[in-house]
């Protein structure tokens, strides 16, 4: 079963709360740990990953932290998992890093686990953290008129 490590879910969880505060300036581990629920140690250990990939710039000092190093659209969830976890692979068949099959020549798996490969990288690769951030504040303006409408129907 293909599955996303704690490694990736928690660098996606990362890096969209910087998006979340973009142009804002620098947070510290501690804040973006509390604000996504992540271990702070952990996260600590995440970091160094995401800015070899310059995904992520550090900042030092009293006020220092993290930023994105690029704009929010400009940075795919395929991008931060590959800088967390390596290679996204399905199979041991599938994707320009896989390692391959002994069987080949006989062998289906590659021409169905490389079109699922595919499907999966395209859609991470379409999915930006600006899409994130907006689809969250566009179900947040929506909770927000419910939460308005109910106080007014119930005399608020």
Not at 54 to 71: E, F, N, S, T
Request: hydrophobic fraction near 40%.
């Amino acid at each position: 079963m293909f599955k996303v490590s704690s490694k990736g879910r928690y660098g996606v969880k990362a890096v969209y709360e910087l998006a979340l505060h973009y142009g804002e300036g620098p947070l510290t581990v501690a804040l973006i740990a509390h604000a996504q629920n992540i271990p702070e140690q952990y996260l600590e250990q995440l970091m160094p990953s995401l800015k070899r990939a310059g995904i992520v710039k550090g900042m030092r000092g009293a006020q220092g932290g993290y930023v994105l190093a690029d704009r929010p659209d400009q940075i795919s969830v395929k991008d931060v998992v590959k800088a967390v976890e390596g290679p996204i692979l399905v199979a041991d068949c599938a994707g320009e890093d896989a390692p391959g099959c002994d069987a080949s020549d006989r062998c289906i798996g590659p021409d169905v686990w490389t079109r699922v490969q595919e499907a999966v990288e395209e859609t991470m690769a379409q999915m930006t953290f600006q899409n994130l951030v907006e689809t969250q504040r566009q179900h947040l303006k929506r909770w927000f008129l419910r939460w308005e409408q109910d106080l007014q129907m119930h005399g608020g």
